[in-house]
């Protein structure tokens, strides 16, 4: 998987990518980052990359051309790869959308700063993102979420295959509780079933947990999910 970013602030990047779990992946060859400095985009002697709104108010927008022309450089260099928007307004980042992503090729990652763009790029990107309904200086800790969320789908990347199908949300569901030694902490006992050693009780304990969890904890996804599985039937 080939990423790439486009952001006034490229180095923000370097550390996230050259540790743990990411870090190795890259050094395995499983993930190309290459991050590209917007500025070098923007025409004239000071490459300015922002200006004051049309029609007035607070804040600077992102200038059209050399985002634009950022994407259209992008493009050249990474034909296959889907071009995405870091935006608050852009479509809510889920693990749904991590999986969808991660059947691309290649990713490229627009980062903005500022009050946003000029409404015009957005026709340039293929998708917009937001990672939730909070706002953050800057595209480049969304982005970097996203690559992360994405970059752990990719075979290879976790050691164990398994590990990443049992994530909580990758069936709908919250994950079930975890537990390791030592079997008590502080009078709190593990529940015994996972001491058993009988694999399908231990399966239809954590189903259970992974059910009320999701019923208590996030109403939301246990809506979808129980009416997912009613049209299954
Ligand atoms: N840029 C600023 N805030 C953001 C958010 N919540 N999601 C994506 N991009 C952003």
Redesign the pocket.
């Known amino acids: 998987m080939q990423f790439a970013v486009l952001s006034l602030f490229p180095d923000m990047f370097t550390s996230p990518f050259a540790q743990s779990i990411i870090g190795k992946a890259v050094e395995k060859g499983l993930l190309g980052i290459a991050t590209h400095q917007l500025r070098n985009y923007a025409a004239g002697r000071h490459q300015v990359t922002d200006d004051t709104p049309y029609g007035g108010g607070d804040g600077m927008v992102m200038k059209a051309e050399p985002v634009c022309h950022g994407i259209e450089d992008m493009r050249h260099r990474y034909p296959e790869a889907h071009v995405v928007l870091?935006?608050?307004q852009?479509q809510r980042?889920n693990q749904a959308e991590a999986e969808h992503l991660a059947q691309k090729q290649a990713l490229v990652f627009v980062?903005?700063r500022y009050e946003g763009f000029d409404e015009r790029i957005r026709s340039y990107v293929d998708a917009e993102?937001?990672?939730?309904?909070?706002?953050?200086?800057?595209?480049e800790?969304?982005?970097m979420v996203v690559m992360d969320a994405v970059a752990r789908l990719v075979p290879g990347v976790l050691g164990n295959e398994d590990s990443a199908r049992q994530d909580s949300h990758s069936d709908g569901l919250l994950e079930f509780p975890h537990y390791t030694r030592p079997a008590e902490f502080r009078g709190e006992k593990v529940p015994e079933v996972l001491l058993s050693g009988n694999h399908a009780r231990i399966q239809e304990w954590r189903r259970n947990e992974q059910c009320k969890r999701t019923e208590e904890r996030r109403p939301d996804l246990w809506q979808r999910y129980t009416q997912q599985h009613k049209s299954d039937n």
Do not use: E, K, R, W
């Open positions: 870091m935006t608050p852009g980042f980062c903005g993102y937001s990672i939730g309904d909070y706002v953050l200086t800057g595209g800790l969304p982005a």
